[in-house]
Protein backbone atom coordinates (compact mmCIF):
# COMPACT_ATOMS: atom_id res chain seq x y z
CA UNK A 1 0.00 0.00 0.00
CA UNK A 2 1.49 3.39 -0.83
CA UNK A 3 1.42 6.29 1.83
CA UNK A 4 2.48 9.49 2.03
CA UNK A 5 2.77 11.78 4.43
CA UNK A 6 2.63 15.38 4.66
CA UNK A 7 4.50 17.24 7.37
CA UNK A 8 5.41 21.03 7.97
CA UNK A 9 2.28 22.97 7.46
CA UNK A 10 1.33 25.74 9.83
CA UNK A 11 0.68 29.70 10.34
CA UNK A 12 2.79 32.62 8.65
CA UNK A 13 2.82 36.08 8.36
CA UNK A 14 2.97 37.45 4.51
CA UNK A 15 6.58 37.67 3.04
CA UNK A 16 7.73 34.34 5.61
CA UNK A 17 8.88 30.78 4.62
CA UNK A 18 7.34 27.31 5.27
CA UNK A 19 8.86 23.85 4.04
CA UNK A 20 6.53 21.13 3.63
CA UNK A 21 7.82 17.42 3.50
CA UNK A 22 6.46 14.33 1.93
CA UNK A 23 7.32 11.02 3.05
CA UNK A 24 7.21 7.78 1.04
CA UNK A 25 8.41 4.21 1.15
CA UNK A 26 11.25 3.84 -0.62
CA UNK A 27 9.29 1.59 -3.23
CA UNK A 28 6.74 4.45 -4.20
CA UNK A 29 9.48 7.10 -4.04
CA UNK A 30 11.77 4.94 -6.97
CA UNK A 31 8.51 3.79 -9.58
CA UNK A 32 6.76 7.15 -9.22
CA UNK A 33 7.12 11.08 -10.17
CA UNK A 34 6.33 13.17 -6.82
CA UNK A 35 4.51 16.24 -7.23
CA UNK A 36 2.57 18.92 -5.27
CA UNK A 37 -1.13 20.63 -5.34
CA UNK A 38 -2.95 22.56 -3.37
CA UNK A 39 -6.89 23.25 -2.88
CA UNK A 40 -8.14 27.08 -0.87
CA UNK A 41 -11.86 26.67 0.03
CA UNK A 42 -14.67 26.59 -2.91
CA UNK A 43 -11.76 26.25 -5.61
CA UNK A 44 -10.05 23.36 -7.90
CA UNK A 45 -7.03 21.61 -6.41
CA UNK A 46 -4.21 23.70 -8.03
CA UNK A 47 -0.94 22.42 -9.64
CA UNK A 48 2.22 23.77 -7.55
CA UNK A 49 4.98 21.74 -8.36
CA UNK A 50 6.54 18.36 -9.48
CA UNK A 51 9.50 16.14 -11.11
CA UNK A 52 10.09 14.79 -14.22
CA UNK A 53 9.89 10.85 -14.26
CA UNK A 54 13.65 11.00 -14.56
CA UNK A 55 13.27 12.70 -10.83
CA UNK A 56 15.72 15.65 -11.96
CA UNK A 57 13.63 17.97 -14.05
CA UNK A 58 11.01 20.43 -11.69
CA UNK A 59 7.93 21.80 -13.15
CA UNK A 60 6.52 24.75 -10.90
CA UNK A 61 2.76 26.76 -11.53
CA UNK A 62 2.64 29.87 -12.74
CA UNK A 63 1.36 31.17 -9.28
CA UNK A 64 4.71 30.09 -7.31
CA UNK A 65 7.54 30.24 -10.18
CA UNK A 66 10.64 32.01 -8.59
CA UNK A 67 9.19 31.65 -5.14
CA UNK A 68 8.45 28.19 -4.19
CA UNK A 69 11.18 24.94 -4.53
CA UNK A 70 10.56 21.36 -4.87
CA UNK A 71 13.65 18.93 -4.09
CA UNK A 72 14.57 15.75 -2.41
CA UNK A 73 15.88 13.47 -0.55
CA UNK A 74 16.61 10.00 -2.06
CA UNK A 75 18.04 8.53 1.05
CA UNK A 76 15.01 9.40 3.12
CA UNK A 77 12.61 8.98 0.53
CA UNK A 78 11.17 12.53 1.14
CA UNK A 79 9.94 15.48 -1.29
CA UNK A 80 10.05 18.82 -0.12
CA UNK A 81 8.11 21.92 -0.84
CA UNK A 82 10.02 25.08 -0.16
CA UNK A 83 7.99 28.10 -0.02
CA UNK A 84 9.55 31.33 0.57
CA UNK A 85 7.44 35.02 0.13
CA UNK A 86 4.36 33.55 0.99
CA UNK A 87 1.07 35.33 0.06
CA UNK A 88 -2.14 35.36 1.49
CA UNK A 89 -3.37 33.85 -1.56
CA UNK A 90 -1.19 30.95 -0.84
CA UNK A 91 -3.52 29.84 1.80
CA UNK A 92 -4.61 26.21 1.29
CA UNK A 93 -4.46 23.02 2.11
CA UNK A 94 -1.28 21.17 -0.19
CA UNK A 95 -1.09 17.35 -1.00
CA UNK A 96 1.68 15.38 -1.99
CA UNK A 97 1.07 13.08 -4.34
CA UNK A 98 2.61 10.44 -6.76
CA UNK A 99 1.63 9.63 -10.74
CA UNK A 100 3.36 6.51 -13.04
CA UNK A 101 3.35 8.57 -16.29
CA UNK A 102 3.01 11.98 -17.99
CA UNK A 103 1.18 15.25 -17.27
CA UNK A 104 2.60 16.31 -14.49
CA UNK A 105 -0.01 19.22 -14.14
CA UNK A 106 -3.54 17.42 -14.07
CA UNK A 107 -4.20 16.24 -10.56
CA UNK A 108 -6.36 13.07 -12.33
CA UNK A 109 -2.87 12.09 -13.48
CA UNK A 110 -1.56 11.61 -9.81
CA UNK A 111 -2.47 8.14 -8.37
CA UNK A 112 -1.63 8.33 -4.59
CA UNK A 113 -2.62 11.31 -2.45
CA UNK A 114 -1.22 12.49 0.87
CA UNK A 115 -3.73 13.47 3.73
CA UNK A 116 -3.09 17.08 3.03
CA UNK A 117 -1.65 19.90 5.34
CA UNK A 118 -2.64 23.07 6.03
CA UNK A 119 -1.18 26.33 5.12
CA UNK A 120 -2.41 29.71 6.19
CA UNK A 121 -0.71 33.14 5.29
CA UNK A 122 -1.93 36.00 7.29
CA UNK A 123 -1.20 39.38 5.89
Known amino acids: QVQLVETGGGLVQAGGSLRLSCAAS????????MGWFRQAPGKEREFVAA????????YYGDAVKGRFTISRDNVKNTVYLQMNSLKPEDTAVYYC????????????????WGQGTQVTVSS
Open 97 to 112: AARDGSGWSNPTNYKY
Open 26 to 33: ARTFSRYA
Open 51 to 58: FHRNGVGT
